[in-house]
């Protein structure tokens, strides 16, 4: 069976990866904007379990795709977290996959698996003012549309919850959002007014919305289970680990960096002050952006990368978007693979 896996040098899609080179019989293409570097910075092959590579380029609006009709299985992972002068959400998350969709279709008349990694709650009303979310949602819609008018296609839309990961290094950490928020000397929590030394508790205090974390290798075990198993029924699969808040996320995320989750220190902050105060920050580095200093704005957003999750629209998808998750939602991943979600108490034991 032959995979072509889109975005497989990132974040989740590596995991995917990892996961697919467990499986045999498998041959795994993994598509990249830069195939030297590529090699040189991830370690995707196991043993004499070996990846293909192509060349592809989503940001770009003249992206042509190889030959589709080999591949009997596409994944989609690729996306951004913030905009730039040449990556763009609309482009990224809406116009390159629904193109790559299309192709696959029109090129590959035989039976035909297509996974697209989306977020969850991008359907939610909130969502369409946000444009992150939004052009996920219109991607996801359009998507599920077009499986249900070809024929042998099965589409499966993976909405996963906050992505957390176990970290080799600090500085892979810091690579990733939510665990570089967490890892930080103060960490500011939202929906609150106090602050927090220790075991020392004064005022009301923040990081109470609920989330549903899940690893990043488990959304690779969600993927491979699909691949797996003939009888997965394809349609939207929310990929959440058990309700945990804000402020124990960040708990959990402190000992995976091998600090004692109890010593931190923590303000907590209103919900209007974030926003006003992840505007001005947005604000910043539009300023810094015009003056022509694009290059270093991404290179400190790439450094440390809770910058990425310090936005008006992440702010928003914290207060706005983290919507109560039903026990179906959670029971609904064994039908798409089978797998047991662990909750982060256990990851991280």
């Keep these: 069976m032959n995979v072509l896996v889109i975005g497989g040098t990132g974040y989740i899609g590596s995991e995917i990866v990892r996961e697919l080179l467990k499986l045999d019989a498998l041959n795994i293409t993994v598509s ?188 690779g075990e969600v993927v491979s289970g699909i691949i797996s198993n003939k009888s997965a029924q394809p349609g939207v699969y929310k990929l959440i680990g058990p309700r945990i808040n804000v402020s124990e996320l960040f708990y959990y995320l402190r000992k995976l960096d091998g600090k004692k989750g109890d010593t931190f220190f923590s303000i907590s902050i209103p919900t209007f002050m974030a926003r006003v105060g992840a505007k001005i920050i947005d604000l910043f580095f539009k300023i810094m952006v015009k003056a022509g200093f694009e290059k270093s704005v991404v290179n400190l957003k790439s450094r440390f990368a809770y910058l990425q999750v310090f936005t008006e629209d992440n702010v928003k998808v914290l207060t706005e978007l983290m919507a109560e998750t039903t026990e179906q939602d959670y029971n609904n991943l064994f039908n798409a693979s089978g797998i047991k979600v662990k909750a982060m108490s256990e990851a991280t034991s």
């Design 32 to 219: 990249t904007r830069n195939i030297d570097r590529a090699k040189r910075k991830y370690f995707l092959d196991t043993g004499e379990k070996k990846v293909d590579w192509i060349e592809l380029d989503f940001s770009s609006t003249e992206l042509v795709f190889p030959n589709l009709s080999e591949y009997d299985v596409i994944i989609n992972s690729a996306g951004i977290l913030y905009e730039t002068s040449k990556l763009k959400y609309e482009q990224i998350h809406f116009t390159a996959p629904v193109k790559l969709l299309n192709d696959y279709i029109k090129n590959r008349p035989d039976r035909k698996i297509f996974i697209n990694i989306s977020m969850k709650d991008v359907d939610m009303r909130a969502a369409v003012k946000i444009p992150f979310t939004a052009t996920k949602s219109k991607a996801d819609n359009l998507m599920l549309n077009l499986g249900k008018e070809a024929k042998n296609l099965d589409v499966f839309i993976l909405r996963p919850s906050v992505v957390y990961g176990n970290y080799s290094s600090k500085e892979e950490m810091d690579r990733h959002a939510f665990p570089s928020f967490a890892a930080m000397p103060i960490r500011l929590l939202i929906g609150g007014l106090g602050f927090r030394i220790g075991d020392l508790k004064l005022g009301k205090q923040g990081g109470n919305q609920s989330v549903h974390p899940i690893l990043a290798s488990e959304i």
